[in-house]
């Protein structure tokens, strides 16, 4: 089984802050990774997909980048309708999350 | 618009039997591979299974294995995921969502809202 291993777990940060969060698979996944946001009580959303394609309707402050085993979601400019829960998934072999990043304000 | 619709949640005593249902409007439901996706109370989102389009390949987590059966009625776009033997481990919130392709894996670009299922005595 893929393990997906999501840092940090908490994030503290301001608005307009630069966010970075990292994703790491235990073995390699290609580009075949997923980002998605949760806010609390919803649904999770798909951000990005093959591991930096944005999805429909995404802001362009967020990016994605990374192949392989190692993956970055960034958020360029954090806004107020930003703090949320963000998840890796892995689709090369089945489907696997991380744990989650708490994204929350400092 | 496209909407998933999950019922069937509840309230179970360990050992018994669920069965989830999804209603899927607004695209060609048999076009698209589907999954179901739980959340524990306080805890990351857990792949549980899938199914293919056409309804021939299912996958399922290894911690559901032999216990969940995943189906779908592509004649009345609806999925399913009728669940036995149940534990408390079991206990979450269970989404159903959508493959974002026609065809192989890929990421789900469509949920459900979500339905709660405990597990308890």
């Known amino acids: 089984d893929i393990q997906m291993t999501q840092s940090p777990s908490t994030l503290s940060a301001s608005v307009g802050d630069r966010v970075t969060i990292t994703c790491r698979a235990s073995q390699s996944i290609r580009s075949w990774l997923a980002w998605y946001q949760q806010k609390p009580g919803k649904a999770p959303k798909l951000l990005i997909y093959k591991a930096s394609t944005l999805e429909s309707g995404v802001p362009s402050r967020f990016s994605g980048s990374g192949s392989g085993t190692e993956f970055t979601l960034t958020i360029s400019s954090l806004q107020p309708d930003d703090f949320a829960t963000y998840s890796c998934q892995q689709y090369n072999n089945y489907w696997t999350f991380g744990q989650g990043t708490k994204v929350e304000i400092k | 618009e496209v909407q998933l619709l999950e019922s069937g949640g509840g309230l179970v005593q360990p050992g018994g039997s669920l069965r989830l249902s999804c209603a899927a409007s607004?695209?060609?439901?048999?076009?698209?591979?589907m999954s179901w996706v739980r959340q524990a109370p306080g805890k990351g989102l857990e792949w549980v299974s899938a199914?293919?389009?056409?309804?021939?390949?299912?996958y399922y987590a290894d911690s559901v294995k032999g216990r969940f059966t995943i189906s779908r009625d592509n004649s009345k776009n609806t999925l399913y995921l009728q669940m036995n033997s149940l534990r408390a481990e079991d206990t979450a919130v269970y989404y159903c969502?959508?493959?974002?392709?026609?065809?192989?894996?890929?990421?789900?670009?469509?949920w459900g809202q979500g339905t709660v299922v405990t597990v308890s005595s």
């Open positions: 969502a959508k493959g974002e392709y026609t065809g192989g894996a890929s990421a789900f670009d469509i």
């Open positions: 607004g695209f060609t439901f048999s076009s698209y591979a």
């Open positions: 199914i293919s389009g056409g309804g021939d390949t299912t």
